[in-house]
């Protein structure tokens, strides 16, 4: 049986699944070692408690930490902070993704414009 941690039905909507083969657990993968140390980091502060594991795959290694039930609140806004803290940017160069968001706002404006324009 495949992994549910690594489906292939898996769309990377969330990085975590229901643990396997016991339901009071969930499990979060981690495909990069810096957020999964930086998660790991923050559970150690927030003391809860957790095990670790590391699966080998064809393309990369994850990166696993099984939760228990009653800490998933807790450590889903623990993990949507990290994905945030280690997030990148889809266009990472300043001027051309500035130039992007002044040349939309610009349509917008011309829309508004447009409209209202014709409206008259």
């Known amino acids: 049986?495949?992994?549910?941690?690594?489906?292939?039905?898996?769309?990377?909507?969330?990085?975590?699944?229901r643990h396997p083969s016991n339901p009071n657990f969930m499990v979060f993968?981690?495909?990069?070692?810096?957020?999964?140390?930086d998660f790991e980091k923050t559970l150690k502060e927030q003391k809860i408690w957790?095990?670790?594991?590391?699966?080998?795959?064809?393309a990369r290694t994850y990166y696993l930490f099984g939760i228990k039930n009653k800490d998933f609140k807790k450590v889903?806004?623990?993990?949507?902070?990290v994905e945030g803290r280690n997030r990148s940017f889809i266009i990472s160069n300043k001027v051309f993704r500035w130039t992007l968001v002044i040349i939309g706002i610009g349509i917008v404006l011309f829309a508004f414009y447009g409209y209202f324009k014709s409206n008259q």
């Open 76 to 81: 889903e806004r623990i993990n949507y902070i």
């Open 1 to 17: 049986m495949e992994s549910p941690v690594d489906n292939i039905i898996d769309l990377g909507l969330v990085n975590y699944v």
């Open 50 to 58: 957790f095990e670790k594991g590391e699966e080998a795959r064809k």
């Open 29 to 37: 993968r981690f495909a990069s070692k810096t957020k999964a140390d």
